[in-house]
């Protein structure tokens, strides 16, 4: 039996296996520049983060139904299921499917189709972040949030993803500040190939209640005291980490640092068809990497609930 968990950090794009993405690219006459799934496969050799970006976006070609994301979503449910996964709090990305024409309701109600009955059918219960791209202008993330309006009984928070570095979290101040008014939570990815101050401004600027990778807190002292005080999680990908580079091996990754520090880490998949394992091969890769006791285990699993926007009625906030 794999230990219970919750995922935190996971694209829903980022869960497009090579044959799914093959069987949606014949279904709907869309050419894919390679062979077939494994020439494609051959080709998730990333240097950084935006070199996986523009093969990741370059894929998304191949979703335009609403039946399409219903595919995409059940697949993920049923794999997370398999290992472990009893709650998945799922990030999609509408401003790389409304850019292509596909309209961001065909993307929620595929989406929400196969989610709610991920309890039924999986055993999985899910909550919708949609995120905006932050390399993209702050009026198009504001555009994107009225256009999302009428789903909001779907999406229970907004995230921020995409290249990091150059696009501060300030840019979308308003952003946040009008997505708070609508009730919804608040995260934001920092500190993955940015710098720590990127951490700090999401908290102060925008409010985030997590902070998606946060990997470059241990470069600040003082922030890791305030994340450590606050009991801010982090949701932690090492996979991810090592695939784009942020560092050279697992064996290097400093999860146990940041547990060892009383840092609030989670850990999840990200991207799991591109860097090599849904959440329960990466906790299997980080207890092999990094000697993790099954008490550690057990520590990230129930973070993973303690951080999960699950029984808790109000946001957290800083105090
Ligand atoms: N970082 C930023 N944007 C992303 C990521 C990531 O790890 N995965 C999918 N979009
Ligand atoms: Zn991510």
Do not use: W
């Not at 240097?47 to 993920?76: H, I, K, N, P, W």
């Not at 880490?265 to 991207?271: E, F, I, L, P």
């Not at 799991?272 to 993790?292: I, K, M, N, Q, W």
């Amino acid at each position: 039996m794999p230990l219970p968990k919750a995922e935190l950090h996971l694209h829903i794009e980022g869960t497009l296996e090579p044959e799914l993405a093959f069987a949606l690219a014949e279904r709907n006459a869309v050419r894919l520049p390679y062979a077939d799934a494994e020439d494609l496969r051959k080709a998730y050799l990333f240097s950084d983060l935006q070199s996986f970006l523009d093969l990741y976006y370059g894929l998304m070609a191949v979703l335009r139904t609403a039946e399409d994301f219903t595919e995409l979503a059940d697949a993920y449910l049923a794999r997370a299921a398999a290992q472990g996964v009893r709650h998945a709090e799922i990030f999609f990305d509408p401003q790389a499917h409304t850019a292509r024409d596909v309209p961001i309701g065909t993307v929620v109600e595929g989406l929400a189709h196969a989610l709610d009955r991920g309890e039924e059918r999986h055993g999985v219960s899910t909550q919708l972040i949609m995120c905006f791209l932050r390399d993209q202008p702050a009026e198009s993330a504001m555009a994107t949030l009225d256009a999302a309006k009428p789903y909001l009984h779907h999406i229970s928070g907004v995230g921020l993803d995409s290249a990091e570095v150059g696009h501060p979290p300030a840019k979308f101040r308003e952003v946040y500040a009008a997505a708070e008014s609508l009730g919804l939570r608040k995260v934001a990815h920092a500190g993955e190939e940015g710098p720590p101050a990127y951490i700090a401004e999401a908290l102060d600027v925008l409010g985030v209640e997590r902070i998606d990778h946060g990997l470059r807190a241990m470069e600040d002292p003082d922030l890791v005291d305030r994340l450590v005080r606050r009991q801010i999680p982090l949701t932690l990908c090492p996979l991810s980490n090592v695939r784009l580079r942020a560092v050279d091996t697992l064996e290097d990754h400093p999860l146990r640092a940041m547990m060892d520090a009383g840092l609030l880490v989670t850990v999840n998949s990200d991207d799991p068809a591109y860097f090599g394992g849904y959440v329960g091969d990466t906790f299997h890769a980080v207890r092999e990497a990094l000697s993790l006791s099954h008490d550690q285990l057990r520590t990230l699993a129930r973070n993973s609930f303690q951080a999960a926007f699950l029984d808790h009625d109000e946001p957290r906030r800083e105090r």
